[in-house]
């Protein structure tokens, strides 16, 4: 239905940024609620954010608030998560997905992957 690719992941130093993009091709993205996760070694998979298929509604994990904007342009077909004051514990590979619901994609229930780009964090 859909294809995601993300880009933008990178090294950088603590209190840094990085904006991570997720390009859809194929379908539109704009019929899909998307969500961002992330996963770090050893761990289990994590929400991080979701928006909804207008941008009208985000929702975000407790420890992104406030740090993480998670945006889309449909015109584009592109969904992005704009990343400030970086922490260490951010290190993780970054997944976008898609969902028909934003809702669903809150926990985890999406139809489509990305392959992820890795985002590292020193101190």
């Known amino acids: 239905q859909v294809q995601l690719r993300e880009s933008g992941g990178g090294s950088v130093q603590a209190g840094g940024s990085l904006r991570l993009s997720c390009a859809a091709s194929g379908r539109t993205s704009s019929n899909y609620a998307m969500g961002w996760f992330r996963q770090a070694p050893g761990k289990e998979r994590e929400f991080v954010a979701a928006i909804s298929r207008t941008g009208a509604t985000t929702y975000y994990a407790d420890f992104v608030k406030g740090r993480f904007t998670i945006s889309r342009d449909n015109a584009k077909n592109m969904v992005y998560l704009q990343m400030n004051s970086l922490k260490p514990e951010d290190t993780a590979d970054y997944y976008c997905?898609?969902?028909?619901?934003?809702?669903?994609?809150?926990?985890?229930?999406?139809?489509?992957w990305g392959q992820g780009t890795q985002v590292t964090v020193s101190s």
């Open positions: 997905a898609t969902s028909l619901l934003i809702m669903a994609a809150r926990r985890g229930e999406v139809d489509n």
